[in-house]
């Protein structure tokens, strides 16, 4: 029996969530091709044979521009300290980057973690083009422990990472019961439903200035449960824009949004959306803290 914490990082967008997603088996981090998708540092946890992997999904590593950034990037390199190997999950169909190579700076601060490289969305390479990534990868960023070539999103390469990462797991022992695939509460769960339905929808700005919260929850002895969830923008015209022609926006983000939560919750709910606006929210602290973002160092 071995057991072990694995920090999934790399930069924005690589497919980090997707990679933890598959390797558990369950959808507990939410997708999207937003950079910035992830906010916080979400645990999904596989018991494999007698083994227990315990991937952490980090936010993306890239140089901050505002305090919701600096969180994300303090979430993600906070967690290189706590776990016993680093995934640094590269996008293959890119060239190796300043991205990639900051986030190699600070994953080599943790000089002593193990490392393991993971060449991800190979279903869009070639072996030629495999080969001279491997080459770059020496180059750009040198050694590693493993290098592992994976489609998460094709669920190609799982077994290559699970043995890849096996030696690496401690003796003797077990964090979380054999039932549980995360750590995430509930409420977290269902707030990050609501923001990835709006993610898939929008573009630019919007997906970036967008977070939610659950006001209020009204429970019925005979009937569904009430959900009354707030979503906030930084401007007027984003607010327009998630309401949509005649609500037809928020009508579609509301109703994906039920079905998922209904499944998660295995029960029928009402759920009300509510959009507000909230100026320049991304940049204070009170709120940030509010919203369970903002952390002190
Ligand atoms: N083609 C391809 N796309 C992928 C793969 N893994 C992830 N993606 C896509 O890349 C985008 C970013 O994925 P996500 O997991 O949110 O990346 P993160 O920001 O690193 O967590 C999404 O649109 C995914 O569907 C892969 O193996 N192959
Ligand atoms: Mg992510």
Known sequence: MKAGFIAVVGRPNVGKSTLMNKMVNEKVAIVSDKAGTTRDSIKGILNYGENQY????????????????????????NTLKEVEVIVFVLDGTQEISTGDQFVNEKIQEATSTPKVIVINKMDLLSDEELEAKMAEIKEKLGEFDAVVTMSAQYSMGIPRLLDALEPFLEEGVKYYPDDMY??????????????????????????????????????????????????????????????????????????????????????????????????????KKPFLKEMGYYIED
């Open 54 to 77: 315990i991937f952490i999904d980090t936010p993306g590593i890239h140089k901050p521009k505002h305090l919701l950034g600096e969180h994300m990037t303090n979430v993600a390199i």
């Open 182 to 283: 995360t750590d995430m509460p509930m409420y977290k769960a269902i707030t990050e439903i609501v923001r990835e339905k709006i993610l898939l929808k929008t573009r630019d700005e919007i997906p970036h200035s967008v977070a939610v919260e659950i006001v209020n929850v009204e429970r019925r002895e005979n009937g569904k449960d009430r959900y009354d969830i707030n979503i906030y923008v930084e401007r007027d015209s984003q607010k327009g824009i998630i309401i949509g022609n005649k609500g037809k926006m928020l009508k579609e983000v509301g109703s994906e949004s039920r079905k998922e939560i209904e499944e998660l919750l295995d029960k029928k709910i009402y759920l009300n959306l509510w959009v507000k606006v909230k100026e320049k929210w991304r940049k």
